[in-house]
């Protein structure tokens, strides 16, 4: 029977982390999966993370079942870094949420979530957007539209183009947003253009779905989440899939939390109850070590502290290579091409390259990215800019 099943090629991003790791030249340099890397081209485990792994290794005595939702610790906790404390859709009791396998088990858990919803309605996507939205929505069969979103010849938001695609939006449509480090192009709505959106949104009657997944790698935890917390003020209904992935580093431990801010208490927990179910369905409940981690380091205040710090390294030394890597380019002669590299937030910009720039770097200089020509400006150090630098330049 298995013969009828075609061979697919890897994940476009995934993909990209086993071709690196076959790849045995000693200059080759990472700039593909969106993963934070220190000066030594390392994914190191956060201070915070690995205290906190020690807490937990004397603290847990069971392998027992978890809850369904998972760790209450963590979901009130998740719920205040995204909200903030004192935010008044939590004490109007309207938000609800439950812990989830990464940022993708949270955007799928809504996604199923949203489709029962059966008002046959769209889900409103940027161009572009991160690849794997694509799949993690149909799957759940919600059909798709796209809207404006990134001017790649300049190189600046398409706030205009998006605003008249979203004109077109009916009543009970999804429009799925970034909260900030848009991926893939870095960028961002500032205050205004959220509060604009918001009123569009309200006007229309349709429901933001927002994906958080670089809270505190752009500008810092209270600025990132202005879009979500002004939102989640304004805005009826609301959906929110967190990611722990990039600011705990607990890729591997998969570790998310899907939230919805509903009309009001008792709405919001028929959603808990409709999440629960759909969980159930996938996989039953989310896998418990990430999110204890997680709920130690936001539930003690002096881990909570170090991990902001870390948090700000991170921040700031990615800000910090978006700096090198224009200068180094303008320096090799590329002139302002590059500037906007500074405007941008997060761990991704576009350098604008063809498909076939793209494969001759990885071919001939063992420099991998995105097809798109997105790179993971947290891949960049001291150590390969210039090699970078000169070979993005030999290619242009
Ligand atoms: C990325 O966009 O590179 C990351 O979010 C990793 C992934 O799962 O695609």
Known sequence: MFEVLPELTADPILGLMTDFKND??????????????????H????????????????????????????????NEAIIELALGKQHPAISEQRVVNVQTPGGCGALRVAASMLKRCGQNSKVWVSTPTWANHIPLLTSAGLELVEYSYYNGQQHILDFDGMMSDLAHVNAGDIVLLHACCHNPSGADLNP???????????????????????????????????????LAEHCPELV?????????????????????????????QICKSQLLNVAREIYSMPPS?????VDIILND????????????????????????FRESLKRSGAGDRFDYIV???????????TAEQVQTLKQDHHIYMVDSSR????????????????SVMSVL
């Not at 929110?240 to 890729?251: E, H, I, T, W």
């Not at 002096?302 to 991990?307: D, F, Q, T, V």
């Open 289 to 293: 070590y990430g999110a204890a981690l």
């Open 343 to 353: 405007n941008e937030k997060g761990m991704f910009s576009f350098l604008g390259l």
């Open 192 to 230: 205004e253009q959220w509060r604009a959106l918001a009123e569009l949104l309200n006007n229309k009657g349709a429901i933001p779905y927002i994906d958080m997944a670089y809270l505190g790698l752009g500008d810092g935890i209270d600025e990132d989440a202005y879009g979500v917390r002004y």
């Open 301 to 324: 205040a002096a881990l909570k502290h170090n991990w902001n710090d870390e948090l700000i390294h991170m921040r700031e030394r990615i800000n910090s290579l978006r700096a090198q």
């Open 24 to 41: 045995t030249d000693p200059r080759k340099v990472d700039l593909g999966a969106g993963v934070y890397k220190n000066e030594n081209s």
């Open 43 to 74: 994914t190191p485990i956060m201070n915070a993370v690995a205290k906190a792994q020690n807490i937990w290794l004397s603290r847990e005595d069971s392998k027992v079942y978890s809850a369904p939702a998972g760790s209450p610790g963590f």
């Open 240 to 268: 929110v899939a967190m990611s722990c992935s990039k600011n705990f580093g607990l890729y591997r431990e998969r570790v998310g939390s899907i939230m919805v801010v509903a009309a009001d208490a008792k709405a919001a």
């Open 375 to 390: 790179i993971n400006i947290a891949g960049l150090s001291t150590n390969n800019m210039a090699y970078t630098v000169e």
